[in-house]
């Protein structure tokens, strides 16, 4: 069996260490495959964009019939989306291809039509879609909350912001900034090496996990 590890981070600071060890030990101890049986394919790239590199490989080697089953260690690595999740699980059933979740211990393979396992990873969708709803929502609360504090009207706009007329706007990098800050505040990234990526200084980086998280929706 050739047994396909996929991972994904979202940015160049962030390991892979965590989602290798996770895939290939349940591609060992649950699929039976040796090391010389793990193709792994890895991404770092921005999280809702499914134009990955690795990704696409991934699905053009399954199409090709060089995979036959793919492990990842959990749903939102291989997409952030309902409709993406749909077509990915599409794509690999029609290949033949078995997908394996390892932190969902969801399992779905093409000879098999459960209609729990289909369910529950339908919902896992919807789930992760409602939470990145509500983030959006509290972060616009958060915003509203502090627009009228002296310190929004008169100091410099927070990391990721810009000033439009003395009301906070979310600048060109906003999103970026919120992937990295994520990743500080699960301890995936240091401050240091968010620092670096963002361009700015670990009293900022701090300041912005630690005492404005709502601007951020952490």
């Known amino acids: 069996m050739t047994v396909a590890c996929y991972t994904r981070v979202s940015t160049a600071k ?24 793990i193709e792994v394919y890895r991404d770092k790239s921005s999280g809702t964009n499914t134009a990955r590199d690795a990704y696409q490989r991934l699905m053009s080697d399954a ?4 995979i036959d089953a793919v492990v990842a260690h959990e749903v939102s690595r291989v997409a952030r989306s ?20 390892v932190s969902e211990s969801l399992v779905m393979k093409p000879d098999e039509e459960d209609p729990y396992q289909r369910a529950l990873f339908q919902m896992l969708g919807v789930f992760g ?9 509290n972060i616009r609360e958060g915003i509203a909350a502090r ?19 003395g009301r ?20 995936e990234m240091s401050q240091r090496a968010a620092a670096q ?22």
């Open 63 to 66: 199409e090709a019939g060089e």
């Open 82 to 101: 309902i409709s993406d999740l749909e077509r990915t699980a599409d794509r690999l059933r029609e290949a033949g291809v078995e997908l394996h979740i």
């Open 168 to 187: 906070l706007v979310e600048g060109a990098n906003y999103h970026r900034v919120v992937t990295v800050l994520e990743q500080v505040a699960a301890e």
């Open 147 to 165: 627009q009228d504090s002296e310190e929004y009207r008169h100091g410099p706009a927070p990391l990721g912001f810009e000033k439009d007329d």
């Open 14 to 37: 962030q390991n892979l260490d965590r989602q290798l060890t996770s895939t290939q030990q349940y591609a060992e101890d649950s699929l039976g495959a040796s090391l010389a049986d």
């Open 197 to 218: 990526e963002l361009g700015a200084g670990r009293k900022t980086i701090r300041r912005a996990v630690n005492d404005r998280a709502e601007l951020y929706g952490l």
């Open 129 to 137: 879609e409602l939470e990145a709803r509500i983030k959006r929502q």
